[in-house]
């Protein structure tokens, strides 16, 4: 496309077009009612002048007679810049005035006419037009008096004249204005798709230029600049999921494969087959529990599991939740407790239930009591984990608390990333994916996974919006908790 | 999902076949995956037919008498929910189990809302399937529905939540009592782990721990403490079994 091209396409310029033809049509409006007037006005006074003198000579005629009114129309006919007087006899005869030729018929005609004219003093060729009235006299005579129209015509003239300059400054103006505000909007608009351009053949950290007028094409820009903020946010997760998956993948991958190997070189007896075997599918699956969590942590932070939301008492999850791992924390030496509120969400309560029985099983897996100095056990509650359902303000708060060890503030961030697992837990089974999980279920309901301190223990909250409109009961917050969170 | 260990063939066989002869219908276009799961329910003494497409599935599903219908969810021709729906149109009510390689929680309740009886995500153990299929053949049966559940000695009322084993009255929890009763519902079948997950407590997804083999072993110190005979069998490898004597 040529640059002309370009420039007369752009919306700017198409506007500046409507703008430019609504504002010629305008003003050539005003002009035709200016112009209008000018004639009515020129034509009335013509009239009133007309009519004056006819009505003067008829009564000079009337009282003094045909001789007294020849007289005075030759005298008036002499006059600079005179009207036009005639005076016919009643067989058409002219015997005063100052008009040479007429339009025929127009003598023939009583009342106003528009006629072509020549004065009997005329030397050129040339017709005027006048405006005259013709009257009647008695016996038969008749009198026109009229005027020249040039004055008339001149008037026109210069109107018509201002028209034409006016609509040519209009569109010479519009036409410069449009082109300027087209260039200026594709001069940005240029930049613009110029950096789309370079960031879609790979470079995603550049951004388009913003300028400072606040204006429409600013907030394009600031918005699209959100959105390659959002993207290479997205593809920085996804390269790190992928790296992850590499390394997480392999290792066990590595492991079968290697075993399967170490079997098939070993000729042992159906049982070391068998066992090998067995270790195999056990591997395998772990590999595929490991797959399948990260699958739904990647459909949570896509947000495709959006459509399965529906309204339900967060506290139910937690009851639930309490009841199922009951029984396998008594095992494990320790007690499990839940305290519930009311707390109406709008939530996909597969996601919530899971996103809550890992947090569960961490709390069973790491929130075993350390033994303090000389083997006496920190407090009374020790072993003793919190699942807890409460409403602070607009948001639902679903908390395990544990007395474990917790986790150090500085690798509070850190084991939310996926497969990360701290070095104090590696001797315990898992894939390291329970908490990405989780804060990505948050993540998903617009709320957020919080690692705090529970002196001592951990203290991991789900922070999910509550339902709007169900019940505007806030509870007060429960004061024997730990309230501190990271 | 919870993935069981390897499955010993050879004893589920013995717990289940002689119980009733299936005939199944396998709609799966993965030759290999197909073949493999013909021979394994042949060799547990079912009858299983293979199709290959949906088209012909839907075909050899309408004019054959089949127990449950084996459906993957992708096939040629006609998809595997394609299908049940047709099939649910024409009044068929065989009991479809589908299988997918789509594992997630909608797309499980998209295959049972267009009319499956059950969802397996891929990949499966042979045991979980069988458990499963051999379920779903039982509730076509329909005696399930009895309020009295009897195995040995072990009685259950639904109606009024008594469970005793023979002349002792047992107290149990409520949960204890819907797993208990899951369980003698399908007494004589294996029950996998994660069907006990799904049907007793309603959640779909694969805990990293073993917590319902604590709410086994709770339920079993009830039922089967002190008395001579046990009723709750573990079946290494697929799940758990409630039957009065092991063979």
Redesign the interface.
Request: glycine share 8%.
């Given at each position: 496309m040529t640059a002309f091209g370009k420039l007369v396409r752009t919306t700017a310029f198409r506007l500046t077009l409507v703008y430019l033809f609504l504002f010629a049509m305008f003003a050539a409006s005003l002009l035709a009612y200016f112009a209008w007037n000018t004639r009515r006005l020129i034509t009335e006074e013509i009239t009133q002048t007309v009519n004056a003198e006819t009505s003067e000579i008829n009564e000079l005629y009337g009282r003094r007679g045909l001789r007294a009114l020849v007289l005075a129309i030759e005298s008036r006919a002499l006059r600079p810049g005179a009207n036009l007087y005639l005076v016919t006899t009643p067989t058409g005869q002219a015997i005063a005035g100052n008009v040479g030729s007429l339009a025929p018929g127009v003598m023939a005609t009583r009342g106003w006419s528009e006629t072509a004219y020549r004065r009997i003093e005329d030397a050129d060729d040339r017709d005027h037009r006048a405006l005259v009235r013709v009257t009647e006299l008695e016996n038969g005579f008749r009198l026109l008096i009229g005027r020249d129209l040039a004055e008339r015509r001149r008037l026109f003239g210069i109107v018509a004249k201002a028209a034409q300059w006016s609509i040519l400054i209009v569109v010479v103006l519009g036409l410069g204005g449009g082109v300027f505000v087209a260039r200026r909007v594709l001069r940005r608009i240029d930049a613009m798709s110029g950096t789309a351009h370079r960031i879609m053949t790979g470079d995603l950290s550049e951004r388009l230029p913003v300028g400072r007028s606040g204006d429409e094409l600013d907030r394009l820009a600031e918005n699209l600049n959100a959105m390659l903020e959002r993207i290479e946010a997205l593809m920085a997760g996804l390269k790190e999921v992928t790296d992850n998956i590499a390394h997480d993948l392999k290792t066990p991958l590595t492991r079968l494969r290697n075993r399967a190997e170490e079997a098939l070189a070993k000729s042992g007896c159906e049982a070391d087959y068998?066992a090998a075997?067995?270790r195999t599918?056990?591997e395998?699956?772990g590999l595929?529990?490991t797959f399948?969590?990260l699958?739904?942590i990647a459909?949570a932070e896509s947000g495709?599991?959006r459509?399965?939301m529906d309204d339900f008492d967060a506290a139910e999850v937690a009851g639930?939740i309490h009841?199922?791992?009951e029984?396998?924390a008594e095992?494990d030496g320790m007690t499990l407790k839940v305290k519930c509120e009311p707390t109406p969400v709008h939530a996909?309560r597969?996601?919530i239930?899971?996103a809550l029985?890992?947090l569960v099983?961490n709390a069973?897996?790491y929130g075993k009591p350390v033994a303090q100095t000389g083997g006496t056990v920190v407090s009374m509650d020790s072993g003793q984990i919190l699942i807890e359902a409460r409403r602070e303000g607009d948001q639902v708060l679903l908390s395990v608390t544990d007395r474990g060890p917790g986790i150090p503030e500085a690798d509070r961030k850190h084991v939310v990333e996926r497969f990360v697992r701290l070095e104090a837990s590696r001797t315990q089974?898992?894939?390291g994916l329970?908490l990405s999980l989780a804060a990505a279920v948050a993540t998903l309901h617009g709320g957020e996974l919080r690692l705090g301190d529970a002196h001592p223990g951990l203290v991991a909250t789900l922070v999910l919006p509550a339902r709007v409109g169900a019940g505007d009961r806030v509870a007060p917050p429960i004061p024997d908790v730990p309230q501190k969170v990271a | 999902?919870r993935?069981p260990?390897?499955p010993c063939l050879e004893k589920v066989t013995s717990l289940t076949a002689a119980e009733r002869t299936m005939r199944l219908l396998i709609i799966e276009d993965d030759r290999e995956s197909a073949d493999y799961l013909v021979k394994a329910f042949r060799e547990v003494g079912h009858i299983a037919d293979h199709a290959a497409d949906g088209e012909e599935g839907l075909a050899m599903a309408e004019s054959g008498d089949y127990d449950v219908l084996v459906v993957d969810r992708m096939l040629p021709k006609r998809d595997g929910l394609s299908l049940i729906g047709a099939l649910r149109d024409k009044g068929n009510t065989a009991p479809v189990l589908i299988l997918s390689a789509l594992?997630?929680?909608?797309d499980r309740?998209k295959g049972l809302r267009a009319g499956g009886d059950d969802y397996l995500?891929k990949?499966y153990?042979f045991a979980e399937l069988l458990a499963r299929v051999e379920v779903l053949s039982r509730r076509r049966g329909g005696p399930a529905e009895d309020t009295l559940y009897r195995v040995g000695d072990l009685e259950l009322d639904r109606l009024s939540h008594r469970v005793a084993r023979g002349k002792d009255e047992l107290t149990l929890q409520p949960?204890e009592f819907r797993l208990l009763e899951y369980l003698m519902k399908h007494a004589g079948q294996v029950v996998t782990r994660t069907m006990l997950l799904e049907n007793v407590?309603d959640?779909?997804?694969?805990?990293?721990?073993?917590?319902i083999d604590?709410?086994i072993s709770?339920l079993r110190s009830k039922i089967d403490k002190g008395f001579e005979r046990p009723l709750l069998h573990t079946i290494r490898g697929a799940g758990y079994m409630i039957r009065d004597g092991i063979r």
């Open positions: 068998r075997l067995e599918i056990e395998s699956d595929i529990r399948n969590a699958l739904m459909r495709q599991a459509g399965n639930g009841e199922l791992y029984p396998l095992d996909n597969e996601l239930s899971q029985a890992n099983e069973i897996k089974p898992g894939s329970g | 999902m993935l260990l390897a594992g997630q929680v909608d309740i995500p990949p153990s949960r407590w959640y779909h997804f694969d805990p990293q721990t073993n917590v604590v709410h709770r």
